[in-house]
């Protein structure tokens, strides 16, 4: 099967940028000792790696628009229906430790509808990508959602709040209703590959709240296409601009659903 040509661009701009984002990260552990610490560094590599991506990408496609964390942005040209949400490290704060958990994400929506995306994670050369109704791969190894249908199975993934980010409360709320019921949690720091992770199978769900459009647009084709269902919190398809996200498999979503939903009301 071909690869869709969106697919290549974004993938082509994603290992350029890798490219540089691998020698920063190299960088930073000479930084982790230096008083004042890597955190300006980092912001620049951040600033420095969605340059590169912005303009790879609008190069490739100067009609489409482009959506950044770091600020970068750009109208789709008349007629265009196209943009580009694209996140330069995901997993920032693990990359600011020098933790090899980050990862490129560029989600591609048009029409207002998530069409493509990938994510590449430079450090275990893993390139996720998917397209729709193209399949979810990772390298050349198609991605199916976990067949697990019991609850008490299930290993849930998560963001945590920290200072100055989310409702600890709410949270708290809602994990001390989950911890009874599965297998386990994980917090990995990358929203991205946890939503690859579950495209893959390795989590069974993932939930977060708040989440920004570019943490979560190229996660959301990967579990579609894997096979999964993907929501906000309230149950529609609005997580983009509602800041909310339920990943997981059909045979699990209603369970998890119905915890975030009481909880969220018991919390509010
Ligand atoms: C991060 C997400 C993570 C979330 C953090 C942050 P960043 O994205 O990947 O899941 O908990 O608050 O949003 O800032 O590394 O691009």
């Given at each position: 099967?071909?690869?869709?040509?969106?697919?290549?661009?974004?993938?082509?701009?994603a290992?350029?940028?890798?490219?540089?984002?691998?020698?920063?990260?190299?960088?930073?552990?000479?930084?982790?000792?230096?008083?004042k610490?890597?955190?300006?560094?980092v912001?620049a590599?951040?600033?420095?790696?969605?340059?590169?991506l912005?303009?790879?990408l609008?190069?490739?496609?100067?009609?489409?628009g482009f959506?950044g964390?770091?600020g970068?942005?750009?109208?789709?040209?008349?007629?265009?229906?196209?943009?580009?949400?694209?996140?330069?490290?995901d997993?920032?704060t693990?990359?600011?430790?020098?933790?090899?958990?980050?990862?490129?994400?560029?989600?591609?929506?048009?029409?207002?509808?998530?069409?493509?995306?990938?994510i590449?994670?430079?450090?275990k050369?893993?390139?996720?990508?998917?397209?729709?109704?193209?399949g979810?791969?990772?390298?050349?190894?198609?991605?199916?959602?976990?067949g697990?249908?019991?609850m008490?199975?299930?290993l849930?993934?998560?963001?945590?709040p920290f200072?100055?980010?989310?409702?600890?409360?709410?949270?708290?709320?809602?994990?001390?209703?989950?911890?009874?019921e599965i297998?386990?949690?994980?917090?990995?720091?990358?929203?991205?590959?946890?939503?690859?992770?579950?495209?893959a199978?390795?989590?069974?769900?993932?939930?977060?709240?708040?989440?920004?459009p570019?943490?979560?647009?190229?996660?959301?084709?990967?579990?579609?296409?894997?096979?999964?269902?993907?929501?906000?919190?309230?149950?529609?398809?609005?997580?983009?601009?509602?800041?909310?996200?339920?990943?997981?498999?059909?045979?699990?979503?209603?369970?998890?659903?119905?915890?975030?939903?009481?909880?969220?009301?018991?919390?509010a």
């Amino acid at each position: 099967m071909r690869t869709p040509a969106d697919i290549s661009v974004m993938m082509n701009a994603a290992e350029k940028a890798a490219k540089r984002v691998i020698r920063d990260f190299g960088e930073l552990e000479n930084l982790q000792v230096s008083r004042k610490g890597p955190a300006d560094f980092v912001s620049a590599a951040d600033i420095r790696t969605e340059k590169i991506l912005f303009e790879e990408l609008r190069k490739a496609r100067p009609s489409y628009g482009f959506m950044g964390e770091e600020g970068n942005a750009a109208d789709a040209s008349q007629g265009s229906d196209a943009r580009f949400i694209v996140d330069p490290i995901d997993g920032t704060t693990n990359f600011l430790h020098g933790i090899p958990h980050f990862c490129i994400s560029i989600g591609l929506e048009k029409n207002g509808v998530i069409e493509s995306g990938v994510i590449l994670d430079p450090i275990k050369n893993e390139a996720y990508w998917a397209a729709n109704g193209q399949g979810a791969f990772c390298n050349n190894r198609r991605l199916r959602v976990s067949g697990r249908i019991d609850m008490k199975e299930a290993l849930l993934v998560t963001g945590i709040p920290f200072a100055g980010h989310g409702n600890a409360d709410q949270f708290l709320t809602s994990l001390r209703a989950f911890i009874p019921e599965i297998a386990g949690v994980r917090r990995t720091g990358s929203a991205a590959l946890d939503m690859a992770y579950v495209a893959a199978g390795r989590f069974d769900a993932y939930w977060e709240q708040p989440i920004k459009p570019w943490d979560i647009a190229a996660g959301i084709i990967l579990v579609r296409e894997a096979g999964g269902k993907v929501s906000a919190m309230d149950g529609s398809e609005d997580m983009l601009t509602q800041g909310s996200i339920l990943a997981t498999n059909f045979a699990l979503y209603e369970a998890f659903f119905t915890i975030l939903k009481s909880t969220h009301k018991r919390a509010a």
